[in-house]
């Protein structure tokens, strides 16, 4: 970064016998805009801005050279400064002044000194503002493991740090955290925070705590994406928003900013490039219904950086992927490419009504996080520095392709504190989620109704379950019952009804080779070995 060069408290700067046209002074500097041209002023201006806020920055350059400035100190948010906005902040650092007889007056920042400072980028030997590779509103963790709690930008790691109000109890955990600290961190997170939320299996939890602990230990990842969290369930009501919001509460001290999954590739472009100019932590695409079948999610989710244009402007963009992106939906179905990047959180809260469950510890959960965000924050920082003291021994009994350093790192906070089960265990691919038919409710009722009472809880196969089903569950025309009446099952894997899920299982066939299968499993009586 280029700085403003060193001055006396107040000096004058003229040519040959003209009047002064900068002024520079310990409380504000001012320029002449009186017989000087853009090219004399620029460097002078940049050099005022960059100087002047080298204490506590305001302007950045992202990474592709755009300018973003914080529009509200404390809150995190980043916005793209355009020619009206740069002359407002402008306004505060430098005074423009006209030469008017014998005095000046004051006047606005010229034209074409403010296009001048928005393509200063494409000058290197003028002054330059900051990069910005992403804002956070909690501590975090340097690449060499130092905890970050200072207010203000850090150039190490080109991060704003801003600290709310409501973080104002954070307790700054220990740089060796006792037996007890890290003990009292878990029960929070496990019997507080997450003890309501119907996790299907150990790894749905492990990935849902790695999901809120990625913002904290991002610097130590590098430049590397990190995969997608997929948070599913079978039905509607089941708490997958919910998951996104209150993590994104602890991590931003807000709710996540959801998006429609609209996945089709100009959309898609447009969203993403907007809300990664704001270096957001969490970006999330909420109740995607279709197939996920995005190839520009797919090289989104394996790619440092990523280029798109600025709304209503030409200009192309290269910009940092340091956002955490999430995806909800029912039942989802993902291709290869998408769910090779996708790290699950599955939900099953084996009702076909979730939305009507009480009794949870607190409720409503968002108010309670709000409240208890230090204790939070401070809880996730316990168990980074108890890694770290632990010698930073990296996860190694699984790993994840193109997500290497997240899986050792991650996994490693979560290994040391003993939160690791299933962690990186189970995928997308081996659920092979699909999508409920809309309307196939009151058929799915009556056709499981048939199965209990024909067939029982066993182990069947589709074949068996042919005399069970009715007409209604058949496409005109079809030609092969036994394999519509598959895919009709598939897509209601895990959804409970009437207080029976119905479950995947496996037998053997001609060959010894493994064929589908399913059995209903009544979920008030079936075990948790897990918890």
Known sequence: MTTAPELPETAAVSEGNKEPTMIFSVEKPWVSV?????????????????????????????????????????????????????????????????????????????????SGILTADRFPELPQFPELRRVAQVPYFTSTGNLVMTFGYHEESRTALQLPDSLDGLTVPEVLPSFKAVAAAKRLL????????????????????????????????????????????PTVGSGKTKIAHVVSLIVTGRTA??????????????????????????????NQIEKLDSPVLAALLTSDTWSGRLLGQSKMLTLWNTTQWIVTGNNLEFTDEIARRALTIKLDPKTDKPN???????????????????????????????????????????????????ARIVGGVLQA???????????????????????????????????????????VTTSQLLDYAHDALFPSGCKD???????????????????????????????????????????????????
């Open 34 to 114: 009186t017989n000087t041209t853009a090219s004399e002023l620029l460097p002078a201006v940049l050099s005022f801005v960059v100087r002047g806020q080298q204490h506590a920055p305001r302007i950045f350059t992202q990474r592709g050279g755009v300018l973003v400035r914080l529009r509200d100190q404390g809150h995190g948010e980043v916005e793209v400064l355009t020619e009206k906005s740069l002359k407002l902040e402008l306004d505060r650092a430098v005074e423009f002044r006209e030469a008017s007889g014998l005095t000046y007056r004051k006047v606005k920042p010229p034209a074409d000194v403010v």
């Open 257 to 286: 900013p959801i998006m429609a999954a609209d996945l089709s590739r100009e959309e898609t472009e447009k969203r993403i490039t907007a809300l990664l100019l704001e270096a957001r932590p969490y970006g999330v695409f909420d």
């Open 190 to 233: 496990v019997e507080e925070l997450f003890v309501d939320f119907p996790f299907a299996a150990p790894s749905s939890r492990a990935h849902a705590l790695a999901l809120l602990i990625t913002p904290f230990v991002r610097d130590m990842l590098g430049t590397t994406p990190v995969p997608m969290a997929a948070i599913v369930a």
């Open 356 to 406: 009507l469950r009480t009794g949870f510890k607190h409720d409503p959960l968002e108010t309670w996080v709000k409240a208890e965000r230090p204790a939070l924050v401070s809880a996730i920082l316990v168990l980074v520095q108890n890694w770290l003291a632990k010698g930073r021994k990296e996860f190694t009994a699984r790993t994840l392709g193109s997500f290497e350093s997240y």
């Open 481 to 531: 019952k036994v394999v519509a009446l598959g895919r009709f099952i598939q897509k209601n894997e895990g959804r409970t009804i009437n207080g029976l899920r119905i479950q995947p299982e496996k037998v053997k066939g001609e060959g010894s080779r493994l064929r589908n299968a399913w059995r209903l499993v009544d979920v008030a009586t079936e075990a948790e070995a897990w918890e």
């Open 417 to 459: 504190a003993g939160l690791d089960e299933g962690f990186l265990t189970e995928t997308e691919t081996e659920h092979n989620f699909s999508i409920p038919a809309p309307d196939a409710d009151v058929d799915l009722v009556r056709f499981v109704k048939a199965w209990e009472l024909g067939l029982g809880w066993q182990t």
